[in-house]
């Protein structure tokens, strides 16, 4: 399928490295944040949240840090695979709001090489 | 379980013309959403049904409609094609309107092209 990652940002990394995506938000109030992935050709693929009483929440082999005073998020993957290569994007919005509330970022596409 | 699924995958129009695209939710879920994807940036959302009822609209001109039928599935349409639509449309379900409940759940898109 025809790739969605044409003039992101790349973050290239070794198999087996750990990888850390960053993502700036702008609205103060938010207070709900999410990850996706999208492959090439697929659609976005849910990985992670955080709401903002939390500042770190992990999964597997993610985690996810919430800087409010910054307006920073980032994913962190450890021992990058292959098939983790793909678009990587945040989310944020309101809480108790629906998902049309939701600002995406643009994204970042991660190249994992063998 | 299928997922969400959607229909045509690729789409190629030619300025004026009109496009519909196609989507249909995961079973269950009757909140559709959707979101124009343009190359560089971020999803942009759309259209929100439920229940078979417009519940809110994004930052689109009225050229950009859509509907939900009584089985969940729903329908975009793009009249007046323009050079700029050119992008990936993607549909997403959800079983619950809160985001505090659920997750969103997305197709693998449409391409639409305008030449």
């Known amino acids: 399928g025809e790739s969605v990652g044409l003039h992101l940002p790349t973050l290239s990394v070794q198999e087996g490295d750990n990888s850390i995506i960053n993502c700036a938000y702008s609205?103060?109030?938010?207070?709900?944040f999410i990850w996706y992935k999208q492959e090439s050709g697929k659609g976005p693929q849910f990985i992670i949240d955080?709401?903002?009483?939390?500042d770190k929440r992990q999964g597997q082999r993610v985690t996810v840090l919430l800087n409010k005073t910054v307006k920073h998020l980032s994913l962190q993957i450890a021992a990058t695979q292959p098939g983790d290569s793909a678009v990587y994007f945040c989310?944020?919005?309101?809480?108790?709001?629906?998902?049309?509330?939701?600002?995406f970022g643009k994204g970042t596409m991660l190249l994992v090489s063998p | 379980e299928a997922g969400v699924t959607q229909s045509p995958t690729h789409l190629i129009k030619t300025r004026g013309q009109q496009a519909t695209l196609r989507c249909s939710p995961i079973?269950?879920?009757?909140?559709v959403y959707w979101y124009q994807q343009a190359l560089g940036l971020g999803l942009q959302f759309l259209l929100w049904?439920?229940?078979?009822?417009?519940?809110n609209r994004g930052n689109f001109p009225p050229r950009f409609s859509g509907r939900q039928f009584p089985n969940y599935s729903s329908e975009l349409n793009v009249n007046a094609l323009e050079l700029e639509d050119s992008a990936l449309y993607l549909c997403?379900?959800?079983?619950?309107?809160?985001?505090?409940?659920?997750?969103?759940?997305f197709g693998e898109g449409s391409r639409l092209t305008v030449l």
């Open positions: 997403a379900s959800s079983f619950f309107v809160s985001r505090s409940a659920g997750e969103l759940f």
């Open positions: 955080i709401r903002s009483n939390m």
């Open positions: 989310a944020e919005g309101p809480m108790n709001s629906g998902y049309s509330t939701l600002t």
């Open positions: 049904y439920d229940e078979g009822e417009e519940r």
């Open positions: 079973s269950g879920h009757t909140s």
């Open positions: 609205n103060s109030a938010s207070d709900y």
